[in-house]
Structure formats: C-alpha cells, structure tokens
C-alpha cells in the first residue's frame, strides 16, 4: 500500500499552533516599509511577524507616521524589546516612559512616541509590526 505524504500544516490534529523549523535575519528582511527619519523591516517566520523598528533622532511617530496611519495616536499595540537609544512614549491616558536598551515594553494601542537624544533607537517587536506604518 502506498501513502500520500501530507503537506505540514501550522496545526496538529489536536488544532494546537505548530511551526517547522525556520531561519532568518534582518540582514534580508521579507518587507521594508520606509517613513521619514525611520523604517520598519519585517520577517515573517513562525507564522507571524517581527519587524525590527529603526528610529533615527528627530523621528515622532506624531509627525512621520501618523500621515501614513491616519489616526491621532498609533494604534498599532506593541511588544518590544529596546536594543538601542532612548525612545520617550506618551500613552493617550497620560501616562509617560522612556524605554532604554534592555528594556521591554508592553505597550496597548494609543500611544505617541520619540527619539531622546542623538543616538538612533532600534527596537525588536513582536506584535504591532504586522501593521505598523502601513496606510489604511
């Protein structure tokens, strides 16, 4: 008897998230979507995305993105890992940061953010970068 191999699927017979195996960098990202003074590059890789967010001094997301968006605040929620430069977040109730190498944000939609200082901030996020800086 003969048996027809299968194609994998991203879910097991029990519908729990599988993934295979999988390698790439951000040397050679899958999309790069460019805004003023920044850019995002994207993976997609375990059936989701990472984007690693480049942010270069003078950047807001209230001047550079929000034409691209088209909303009063980034709507885009965010999980991420603060690689380098200071980036000061304003969240739409008031509350204020500044995020630093090393650090983690969880951050919910409505939110405003900035570069502090000469020194570009790059951040890796694993949730808001689906979507970030793409037009409606």
Known sequence: MTTTPQQPTLHDTAGHMRHETEHKSFSDPDETRAFPHGRADIL???GGDVGRMTFE???RWSN???PIAGTDSCQAPHFQYH???QLAIHMDDGTEMIAK???ITSLPSGHDAWVVGDEPVVV???YGASNYAKGS
């Open 64 to 66: 550079d993105v929000k």
């Open 83 to 85: 690689v380098s430069g």
């Open 124 to 126: 890796i996020d694993w």
């Open 44 to 46: 997609s890789i375990g």
């Open 57 to 59: 001094p003078g950047w």
């Open 101 to 103: 190498p090393g650090d």
